[in-house]
């Protein structure tokens, strides 16, 4: 305790409240939580099938995207993107169409001449396009620099290969290969496992 709270006792006054704690970011574990709840909610037929396909499309890509969050990091504007879509904007957008009765949602309009259900599928696939623009850009980095070394090597040892093709000079030997069993007709008896 220190001498101020002594004497703010003395005076009456209430304890200071003790300093607000800020909620940590969520894990990547905690966004596979996330990922894993926002598919349970269209598991089941609890949404038509077009929702159920553009849920597990947003969580796919969201799941392959989390691993390269180390490397942007939850700070940034495509690691908040990421996160905020697993914890809030995918199971918000879901969570109310769901709410709603089913024949109420898929043929009543809302929105103009759009029903819920319409409502929800632009919104899953503005969701999907975003997601697949950051997945894109959180991998562009390593697709840029194995690119760079591809040429690095090429001014470094001449041509490159295009395609994986082996091009050996004209008069370069080519090994023979080895002798083998003589082939037969009959498919030979595949070796027991070794135990």
């Not at 390269?68 to 700070?75: A, D, H, I, S, T």
């Not at 995918?90 to 109310?96: D, K, M, R």
């Not at 470094?156 to 050996?168: C, D, I, N, Q």
Request: proline share 8%.
């Amino acid at each position: 305790m220190s001498i101020g709270d002594f004497f703010s006792r003395l005076g009456g006054r209430a304890e200071p409240e003790p300093a607000a704690t800020t909620p940590s970011a969520p894990t990547a574990d905690d966004l596979r939580v996330a990922l894993d709840r926002a598919d349970m909610l269209v598991d089941g037929g609890a949404a038509p099938s077009v929702v159920a396909a553009r849920v597990r499309r947003v969580t796919a890509t969201v799941r392959d995207t989390i691993p390269r969050l180390e490397v942007v990091g939850l700070g940034s504007d495509q690691g908040y993107s990421v996160m905020a879509t697993a914890t809030d904007y995918l199971p918000e957008a879901v969570n109310g169409y769901l709410r709603l009765p089913r024949r109420f949602a898929d043929t009543r309009p809302v929105d103009g001449d759009r029903t819920s259900l319409m409502v929800l599928v632009d919104q899953l696939d503005l969701l999907g396009a975003t997601m697949d623009r950051v997945f894109d850009a959180v991998c562009r980095d390593d697709a840029t620099a194995l690119v760079a070394h591809a040429r690095f090597l090429d001014d470094k040892f001449g041509h490159a290969s295009r395609g994986g093709g082996l091009e050996l000079a004209a008069d370069t030997p080519v090994p023979e290969m080895p002798e083998t069993a003589a082939a037969s007709d009959e498919p030979r008896p595949l070796a027991p496992p070794a135990s």
